[in-house]
């Protein structure tokens, strides 16, 4: 499926080269304004005689870094793709002069506020370079861990668990249709070569959310044909979350996690209901499945889930999201509930 122009500056995020400083997000923004306070609060502390000077100083140290730190991250963010062609090396020096003077405009802030007749501007100059070099290295980490490599090492992980556990069932399901429905076991081998072709062969950085629930959707048709009537399937999808960029092989591990885990311990019937959902500017996607009652006959004994397809997915989400991905897994009254939202 070809990619959605609507997508292209969210996959520009983690195609090819991931941007340093790429720091106009709510995650960037609200740590490195929480560092800088927790420094001002430290600094403020040595030159306070009580709590209540410690109060009123780091307010006012607040009003003239915060500021400043703002016009830091965002002069950082509007050069990322200038910065990026630049060295490690250029990229800090650039970072660290930029926060050296910002620091000089956070003093002229507070000389201005408190008419004080002397100020440091060497030592403000050399705090705010500081800072900003501590910033740079954050967004270094940060690059490094949403760079290609890393998220197709995840991805090859989950492939790896999912190929012979799934391939397995898909085989002997078709076996057993081979003689009395045959019709049925070439369509469901038809899926099962389109779900490995697209889906496990293929080293993608990112995918759609239309091109996820397909993958899925083929997944459940070949397990349908195992199940039969065992195992029903609902689905409510959004058209207007299609575009959405997720992680590949994002929802086929949490619906092969409501089949292993809801439908096929349980004696009677399991169900199973995939919502997708835009609200506002975000999508949420949810994934409901039933599980066996403690009540009912003895269940055939089984492995524990270790929680590697959650993980996993939970963590590519991360990389892609950072905090403004939301991931919540729930268990009650019978009813299994995997609940995503992360921006449109």
């Given amino acids: 499926m070809p990619p959605s122009s609507t997508t292209t500056a969210a996959r520009d995020v983690i195609v090819g080269t991931a941007y340093v400083f790429d720091a106009c997000t709510a995650s960037v923004i609200g740590r490195t304004v929480l560092l800088v306070e927790i420094l001002a609060a430290l ?57 050296a003077l910002c620091g000089l405009a956070a003093a002229v802030l507070y000389q201005w506020a408190t008419v004080a007749p002397r100020m440091p501007w060497l030592t403000s100059a050399a705090a705010g370079g500081f800072i900003a070099a501590m910033v740079v290295v954050g967004l270094q980490w940060r690059a490094q861990g949403r760079t290609p490599a890393a998220t197709t090492a995840r991805l090859a992980e989950l492939q790896a668990r999912i190929r012979p556990h799934f391939l397995f069932n898909a085989l002997n399901s078709a076996i057993s249709l081979v003689q009395d429905h045959p019709h049925k076991a070439e369509s469901m081998l038809e899926d099962l070569s389109d779900l490995f072709r697209h889906a496990l062969t293929e080293q993608r950085e990112a995918s759609t959310l239309a091109e996820e629930v397909q993958l899925a959707q083929r997944y459940l048709s070949i397990e349908q044909v195992r199940f039969d009537d065992r195992m029903e399937v609902q689905w409510n999808l959004d058209s207007r979350t299609d575009a959405a960029t997720v992680p590949p092989l994002f929802l086929q591990p949490l619906v092969e996690n409501a089949v292993k885990h809801g439908v ?14 835009r609200r506002g500017n975000r999508v949420h996607v949810q994934i409901i499945n039933t599980m066996p009652r403690p009540f009912a006959a003895p269940l055939p004994e089984r492995r524990p889930g270790t929680g590697t397809a959650i993980s996993n997915v939970k963590k590519r989400l991360r990389l892609l999201y950072d905090l403004e991905c939301d991931f919540q897994a729930t268990a009650k009254d019978g009813i299994y509930t995997v609940h995503i939202s992360f921006p449109a």
Avoid at 80 to 88: G, I, N
Avoid at 264 to 273: C, K
């Fill in 43 to 99: 600094a403020v502390g040595f030159v306070s005689a009580s709590m209540s000077e410690w109060f009123f100083q780091l307010a006012l140290v607040t009003a003239v870094t915060l500021p400043t730190c703002l016009l830091w991250l965002l002069v950082a963010c509007h050069q990322k793709k200038l910065l990026q062609r630049c060295s490690t090396g250029v990229q800090y020096l650039v970072g660290a002069a930029w926060g």
């Fill in 264 to 277: 096929e311990p349980s004696h009677g019937n399991g169900r199973i209901r995939i919502t997708t959902r």
